[in-house]
């Protein structure tokens, strides 16, 4: 795991300027550079910032700035540099960084977390993150002490009122449904979701879904049951996307009154 940015106030040291804003992005392998710097420019990770007298700093500036600094705090390791520029071309996440856990808790004012996984995070941290409004989960899933008889004394995941987007994506482990249904209820204000390689037989029930969702993209679950029974019923869907794999059945089923608010 490659860590691209954590530019939250007080995240990597106290004397990190406020300016940086809280978002969170890991990446796997060498890393490079421009292309990343790209993406958090793209995703409003870093912007222009003034630097006085009038005069500002573009953002491609900033973001490099910021990149030194994680090199600086042995953060991450340079792999190739510019002879000429002396900038960064390449880079990964420092060897001790591999062996440990993230600790996400004081981050409170983070937007958005991408690539997030309960193997190199922890599940608790989520619930402090109650400015959270994208979230990426991308690996294992999986609570811990999950109480299976009680279903309603497992704590909430997700504190986030505002949080409008959630994405998973499970390449190597299974998501335990009951996992799934939990985070998912958690989550009622959601109005994206998206689920790749998460494979399950049959969507969560409609308690577990948000009647927010106006955009749903489902790709590699393998589901076994109709779908569109449970997502014609969703009032606020407005692009549904079917790729690959998602429907192992032979035949869909969409009734006259489904998606009534809707037009072909």
Known sequence: MVIGQCLEENALTNDLTEHKKPKLLFKNSNKDTERLIQLWVANGIVSS????????E?????AEHYLMELATRCMIQVRDMDPATLKVKTFQLHDEMRK???KLGTLRNLLTLVNFNTKNCYLKDLSNMTNLRVLAICGPFKIQG????KLDKNPPIIQAKYLHTLSISSF????DPRHLNHLLSSCASICKLSLVHVKISKLPELCYLS?????IHLENCELQEDPMPKLEQ?????????CYDTFQGKEMFCSAQGFHSHSC
């Open 49 to 56: 910032k003034e630097e006085g007298h009038g005069e500002w």
């Open 58 to 62: 573009v953002a491609e500036d900033v």
């Open 100 to 102: 440990t856990k993230l």
């Open 146 to 149: 999950f109480n299976e008889k």
């Open 172 to 175: 190597s482990e299974r998501i």
């Open 211 to 215: 009647y927010n969702h106006a955009y």
């Open 234 to 242: 969703l009032p606020n869907l407005r692009v549904l996307e079917l």
